[in-house]
């Protein structure tokens, strides 16, 4: 097939004739890759970016209004990492039933109503039907839709975008960008201390962040506006685009919504290149190459991510549920291992197989780590090459005191040698 970058040359000429119905319409792939992602980002370009996204996204599986769409089955990718539409997890279920509630009550609009008849209905039904955990096996917890959850409904709901966000950039009363990061956003403190240059606010924190942040690790509190964090936070609650589950009896309890499957409203985009182009030194050459959010159930203290290392030279792990949610204030933030896969390990080495990590990586480096407590409206920033999972969380039981993070990926991961620890590497 043509590269979607092709497309993306000719962007503004199509621009120019969309509103020609006798133009061609450009030949979208089925998914965007990273480096579809990095074109546009390159440039900070939101517009042509979301016009990419947006465009493939409505020519999937993922669109309710069937006449519109133009892949008849979800890419293998998308499937492979949990997001297909022919099976579900009791947890993520759940999660999907306690979201259609959630905007099934808020208002009278016809998209409350379709919820309150029809999703609901559909969603309880099927829930009723998926045995308990110790009967799923075989599937590590993976559920397979029957013909008995076909006639009531679940395929023309599951997994679909039936409400979408989609919100637009922020800005003024005049059409101007507002900015989503925050007054106290100190870019020339974060990179003195992602690269080891303390200085004399760093030891007068009265905050003791810096007894969090080393070379490589810097812990950021109240880095969105308030406006930008009660948006983002709409997003995450509101859109129906978290279609990822995972085996429970494998992998954890969390659900993910992806950049190149339904997540990727604008302002979403307009952070991600605001904070690239607010920290030139540590995003030197390092474009965004992938965002995604993970939603958690409650009822798993250890349901999060296990051990693992992504892809890109930074990461930007940002926490979006309220603080009262969180109900042990020393726990339920990320553990960041000051150690990195060598570069001789593949991916699915250093991004699923745990056991070996822990024996040949983490064991040698005593398991030095830095551990980073919950707080709504953190981030984390650090090299996307080191070690890290989940810490521990209790969360209180509701939809809306789920624990949610933001992550953002920036650039190509730097691996090391797997006996040479982070702080001793810069």
């Not at 494998?250 to 605001?274: H, M, P, R, S, V």
């Not at 904070?275 to 992938?290: G, W």
């Not at 991916?347 to 983490?362: G, K, M, P, Q, S």
Request: overall charge negative; charged content about 25%; hydrophobic content about 35%.
């Amino acid at each position: 097939r043509n590269h979607i970058i092709i497309c993306f040359l000719f962007l503004e000429a199509f621009q120019a004739i969309a509103s020609d119905s006798s133009a061609d319409t450009p030949d979208f792939p089925a998914i965007l890759d990273a480096d579809d992602i990095s074109y546009f980002s390159e440039n900070h370009d939101i517009e042509g970016l979301h016009w990419a996204l947006s465009n493939v996204f409505k020519r999937s599986q993922r669109n309710p209004r069937k006449n519109e769409i133009v892949y008849n089955t979800l890419p293998e990718t998308i499937v492979s990492r949990g997001g297909g539409s022919t099976y579900t997890t009791a947890y993520k279920l759940k999660m999907d039933l306690e979201q259609a509630e959630y905007l099934a009550n808020r208002d009278d609009t016809e998209m409350s109503k379709f919820f309150r008849g029809t999703v609901l209905p559909t969603y309880r039904t099927v829930f009723e039907n998926i045995p308990s955990l110790e009967n799923l096996e075989r599937t590590a917890g993976l559920y397979a839709f029957k013909q008995k959850d076909y006639e009531a409904g679940i395929e023309d709901v599951y997994n679909k975008a039936l409400h979408h966000t989609d919100f637009d950039m922020l800005k003024d009363s005049k059409g101007e960008l507002l900015p989503l990061l925050s007054d106290s956003f100190d870019s020339k403190r974060i990179e003195q201390q992602y690269f080891g240059e303390t200085g004399d606010d760093d030891r007068n924190d009265e905050n003791n962040l810096n007894d969090m942040s080393v070379p490589g690790i810097v812990v950021v509190d109240d880095i969105l506006s308030q406006t930008a964090l009660e948006r983002i936070r709409r997003i995450l609650l509101e859109s129906n685009v978290f279609y990822q589950t995972k085996m429970p009896k494998k992998f954890g309890t969390y659900a993910g919504a992806y950049i190149d499957d339904g997540l990727y409203d604008k302002i979403l985009l307009q952070l991600a290149f605001e904070l690239n182009q607010a920290l030139p030194k540590v995003m030197k050459n390092h474009s965004l190459k992938y965002l995604w959010a993970y939603k958690y159930d409650s009822d798993y203290s250890n349901g999060g991510i296990n051990i693992h290392a992504d892809q890109a030279a930074v990461n930007v792990n940002l926490w979006i549920t309220p603080e009262d949610a969180n109900l042990d204030k020393s726990t339920g933030g990320l553990v960041i291992f000051t150690a990195k896969p060598p570069s001789n390990w593949d991916f699915a080495a250093y991004n699923t197989d745990t056991e070996r990590v822990t024996r040949d990586i983490l064991a040698p480096s005593n398991f030095h780590n830095v551990t980073v407590p919950y707080r709504e409206n953190r981030a984390v920033i650090f090299d996307s090459a080191l070690f890290h999972h989940t810490d521990v969380y209790k969360f209180k039981q509701g939809y809306e005191n789920r624990r949610i993070n933001l992550t953002i990926l920036y650039g190509e991961m730097q691996m090391g040698d797997a006996r040479t620890r982070m702080e001793n590497e810069l």
